[in-house]
């Protein structure tokens, strides 16, 4: 069965930086895109930022542009989430979701549980 492992997660000063990684195993990663998703305490589901299949392409939240960079490595079924500039406003649960098909729609079908970011001075 699909499982996302996510981890990385913890507590930043804001302009600090923190790496998410998530371990994929389950389904043949290298045909999947994926996503990071968040929630923060009291709001729904965001979506953070997506990375085709064959990582020839990312697409990002206007809310975390320029500061946040998705990657992966189709080798070791792992998706990557960089996180630069980090701002109180990103402390949220994060989390690791399967994408349905090859290129990123910010639509999921499985998503991990999660790896808590707190970002405060």
């Known amino acids: 069965q699909v499982q996302l492992v996510e981890s990385g997660g913890g507590l930043a000063q804001p302009g600090g930086s923190l790496r998410l990684s998530c371990a994929a195993s389950?389904?043949?990663?290298?045909?999947?895109?994926m996503n990071w998703v968040r929630q923060a305490p009291g709001k729904g589901l965001e979506w953070v930022s997506g990375?085709?299949?064959?990582?020839?392409?990312?697409r990002y939240a206007d809310s975390v542009r320029g500061r946040f960079t998705i990657s992966r490595d189709n080798a070791k079924n792992t998706v990557y989430l960089q996180m630069n500039s980090l701002k109180p406003e990103d402390t949220a649960l994060y989390y690791c979701a399967k994408g349905p098909g090859s290129i990123v729609t910010t639509l999921y079908d499985y998503r991990g549980q999660g790896t808590q970011v707190t970002v405060s001075s």
């Open positions: 389950g389904f043949t990663f290298s045909r999947y895109a």
């Open positions: 990375i085709y299949s064959d990582a020839s392409d990312t």
